[in-house]
């Protein structure tokens, strides 16, 4: 695919020319000197990266020679990259890591763009020194010829380009351990592959492979094989071999059977054959605990031969889906991501309430030849009276409702079931019943299934074509409507909302029923009280229509007639003494939309610096704080504010405390929050404070404010001056206080010997870092699939189950303490974040690892902006190397 970027110069043809233009360019103005740190050299993320190092090169400065890591973008022009990398074998003589990655540029829809990389220069294969190149995201067609001449080569990734095959050369690479090939067109593999008897981990995921060599036997030293998401259909007898393997993933494959002696292997701890064709398992693989079998038709009959076979599958994240038989012609590969719910994501009408996070599935857009079973979790709403539970789905650039019924596993437990044509984004959400009908020319009555009083008449000839009318009614309590008027005969009908699909103009008028609000009849009322209201977005107000429309009242009704519905339109029955009604309308509906909730900030006993924020519901306060004081303590909660549902806000820590962590929610110290009422709005979060803790305890504060957190954080005293203001956005401030340090004591050393806490930083500065924060969020995020994740990152079975045995009944205890210890002991232990991250995915949690790697690329970002303040120059590097604010910056691998 060619690809044309503007605002590039015209590309040298020659290396001696490129190298001429990057120095004229260099030395035409400022800003352009590249990063050079110690012994890296990242010009991925850079424009003119090729021009930067051609001028290094024709330069020479001392700080070349001693490069080990070098970094460039897949983007570059292919000419100018080929003439850039001509140069590398002579100029970086001790080069280690060479990352050539596209994927850096994303198209209109946010997917990852291929670089245009499709071959190497010959003269790579002279680096030897060379033990990790990473070629992802990019063109290649065949491999590289130089690639398999790079003796010292120990990492290999190639994923996410177009190889149809590998090489018999590949097998010659005597010192490789890691080959990554995910997402590419492979169909075989070669013979000589099992030569590598050095391998150790082996990702062939995503591929068209539908047989496997018998030599894949020889991989003597493996470990991990992952071949999910391919056509495999049989597997060689040979597997068996592999005595040195510990993890072997093979869901989402054609496997009708697999060889015996699997359960054998000494040192496997996951098998996972999920959403295979398995139907005779050996039993000592159905009774092993780290077998994963999910998906496949054990014990069933053989399908019939012309229509596709149907299975069940359970994904990682609790989600179930039931693909009938027929539903696709050929097999489908499922991704699946959960998202953190924001009113980006979160379509929600005024008197609507979420119930669970987003899910997305892939592949999008794919239509079913029968619909798909989807089951979707969600703790129940409190309040169920004229309410119902939903599944709303993005289809044709369009949200709506899917016909939902729900199904109850355990008091608080149910599950949301309908039935999906393709697949989309998906949540659940409660809202005011929905009464439908189809209006045919004909005429109908559409009736409140909740007020019967509430009725809508389509007389005949109302509309020429038939189409769809809703109908939702929402009540007000009386107890809310006196507080408000003030008057105690003050009263108001159920609130109407009427939409429809089609034209919203009637040929004929259509009449509207309301029930006259309680306490009121047709013989004894007052006209003049009694008021109408009519309201339609965009508009912001309530408008009084009563001298527009004729009034017909019975004793219990009140009826008028309409000509069109359009926005949709909403009608609201008053009576009162008052004159100004429609604003008093405004601030009833917005009443009925608010949610009285409580703020809270806790700090855990054993580590003051670990401060828990949440925003519950007022109801929910004193259970929640019995449950959390036995591990926090702090001050009594905040007073009742209101808020609306999908309300964005945020925390604010003030007077010396500040956050003590990189992460994606947080700008400046201040941590965003949204509001849903049904969700657990609670973040945990690390703190610090630049002030003296040994002469005295640091006594801060944390205050909440409405609205994101704005681009020009204010001062405390401006913050301080609009608390006070009529309109304030503050809702809440609540103290923090980080106890004295004795001695030689340090942030994160008080925890209870049942806890250690891990280093500070977890990783190094070639993987990037992770605080205490980063973990603790990761550790509220696996739930359940924490084992999983211990598996993946080499903890023993044993261990799992004596975690599971001191922490019993704490299964945030249980995570935090797998996590925590496993962290202290890979201090100084070179790709612990990579670790963690593989981890993740391997365990099916693609969304946090996501988390991690936007945590990674904040600390880049930081780490470059620090970069261009300080405007670093290679001269300026001490002997030392590159500073501390180094440690922010991720892997690239």
């Not at 109302?462 to 009540?475: D, F, G």
């Not at 508009?539 to 949709?568: G, K, M, N």
């Amino acid at each position: 695919m060619d690809a044309v970027v503007e605002g590039l110069e015209p590309q040298a043809a020659t290396a001696e020319d490129a190298a001429r233009d990057a120095t004229d360019a260099v030395d035409a103005g400022p800003g352009v000197t590249p990063l050079l740190a110690g012994n890296r050299l990242s010009l991925d993320l850079y424009p003119r990266g090729c021009h930067r190092l051609l001028h290094l090169c024709a330069q020479q400065p001392h700080q070349l020679l001693e490069v080990e890591f070098l970094q460039l973008s897949g983007h570059e022009d292919p000419q100018l990259l080929e003439a850039t990398l001509a140069q590398v074998p002579g100029s970086l003589l001790r080069l280690r890591s060479l990352v050539l990655k596209g994927g850096q540029r994303r198209d209109a829809g946010g997917a990852s763009l291929r670089g245009s990389l499709t071959t190497l220069p010959a003269g790579l294969s002279g680096l030897a020194c060379l033990a990790h190149l990473d070629l992802s995201f990019n063109n290649l067609e065949t491999l590289p010829a130089c690639v398999p001449q790079m003796r010292s080569l120990g990492a290999l990734l190639l994923s996410h380009n177009r190889l149809s095959e590998l090489p018999e050369a590949l097998g010659a690479l005597p010192a490789l351990t890691f080959l990554s090939v995910t997402h590419n067109r492979l169909q075989t593999l070669p013979t000589a592959l099992g030569a590598l008897t050095t391998l150790q981990r082996l990702d062939l995921s995503e591929n068209l492979l539908d047989t496997l060599p018998p030599e894949i036997g020889g991989l003597s030293s493996l470990a991990e094989l992952n071949l999910a998401s391919n056509r495999l259909q049989s597997l060689p007898a040979s597997l068996a071999g592999l005595r040195s393997l510990q993890l072997l993933v093979l869901h989402s494959n054609l496997l009708v059977s697999v060889p015996a002696g699997l359960d054998r292997l000494p040192l496997l701890t996951r098998l996972d054959l999920r959403d295979n064709q398995l139907r005779d398992v050996p039993p000592e693989l159905l009774d092993a605990p780290f077998v994963r079998l999910q998906g496949n038709p054990l014990g069933e009959a053989p399908p019939d031969p012309c229509s596709p076979p149907g299975c069940s599958v359970t994904l990682a994240c609790g989600v179930r889906l039931q693909f009938p038989a027929g539903a696709t012609a050929t097999p489908v590969t499922i991704h699946y991501r959960l998202w953190l719910p924001e009113p980006r994501l979160v379509p929600l009408g005024p008197h609507d309430s979420l119930l669970s996070g987003v899910l997305e599935l892939q592949p999008h857009g794919v239509a079913f030849q029968q619909e798909v079973g989807l089951w979707l979790l969600f703790v129940p709403p409190r309040a169920r009276r004229c309410r119902e539970v939903v599944v709303r789905t993005l289809s044709d650039d369009s949200w709506s409702d899917l016909e939902t019924q729900l199904e109850e596993e355990a008091p608080k437990r149910l599950w949301a079931h309908c039935q999906v044509p393709h697949f989309s984004w998906f949540l659940v959400v409660s809202r005011p019943v929905s009464d439908t009908c189809l209006v045919p020319p004909e005429g109908t009555l559409l009736c409140s299934s909740g007020h019967p009083g509430v009725k809508v008449t389509f007389p005949p000839g109302a509309t020429e074509e038939p189409l769809h009318v809703c109908m939702q009614v929402v009540r007000m309590a009386s107890r809310e409507l006196r507080a408000l008027l003030g008057e105690p005969e003050g009263a108001v009908s159920p609130l109407l909302g009427l939409s429809q699909s089609g034209d919203p103009s009637f040929l004929r008028p259509v009449t509207v029923q309301l029930p006259l609000p309680p306490g009121v009849t047709g013989l004894s009322l007052d006209r003049s009280r009694l008021h109408l209201l009519y309201w339609a977005p965009p508009a912001a107000t309530w408008d009084d229509i009563t001298a527009q429309v004729a009034l017909e009242l019975t004793h219990l009704y009140a009826r008028f007639q309409v000509t069109h519905f359009s926005c949709p339109p909403r009608y609201w029955l008053w009576y009162t003494t008052k004159t100004c009604v429609g604003g008093l309308a405004r601030k009833a509906w917005e009443r009925l939309r608010l949610h009285r909730v409580n703020l809270i900030a806790l700090q855990r006993r054993r580590d003051p610096e670990q401060v828990l924020l949440q925003c519950l519901p007022r109801n929910k306060v004193d259970a929640t704080l019995r449950r959390l004081l036995e591990r926090y303590r702090g001050p009594e909660a905040s007073d009742t504010v209101e808020m609306f549902e999908g309300e964005k806000f945020f925390a604010a820590f003030e007077r010396g405390i500040d956050v003590d962590a990189d992460r994606p929610d947080c700008v400046e110290g201040r941590v965003c929050f949204v509001f849903y009422s049904h969700l657990k709005n609670v973040k945990e979060v690390y703190v610090t404070t630049t002030l003296d803790r040994q002469a005295q305890a640091v006594r801060g504060q944390v205050s909440f404010y409405r609205g994101a957190v704005p681009e020009e954080v204010p001062e405390e005293a401006e913050a301080a001056r609009q608390r006070k203001g009529a309109d304030a956005l503050w809702m809440a401030t609540l103290p923090i206080k980080l106890p004295r340090l004795r001695g030689s004591e340090g942030p994160g050393q008080r925890l209870g010997a049942s806890l250690s806490l891990a280093p500070l930083n977890l990783g190094d500065a070639e993987t990037g870092f992770l605080t205490q924060s980063n973990l603790l969020s990761v550790a509220g995020r696996l739930g359940p699939d924490w084992p999983a994740v211990a598996l993946h990152l080499g903890l023993p079975y044993r261990e799992l189950q004596r975690i599971r045995h001191e922490f019993r009944d704490d299964l945030d205890g249980q995570i935090r303490h797998m996590l925590f210890s496993w962290a202290e002991r890979q201090a100084g232990q070179p790709g612990a974040v990579g670790l963690l991250v593989q981890a993740l995915e391997r365990s099916d949690r693609q969304d946090v690892a996501e988390e991690v790697r936007a945590v990674l690329e904040l600390g880049r970002r930081k780490y470059q902006d620090g970069i261009r303040r300080t405007s670093l120059a290679p001269g300026d590097l001490g002997p030392s190397g590159p500073s501390a604010s180094q440690s922010l910056e991720p892997a690239q691998a």
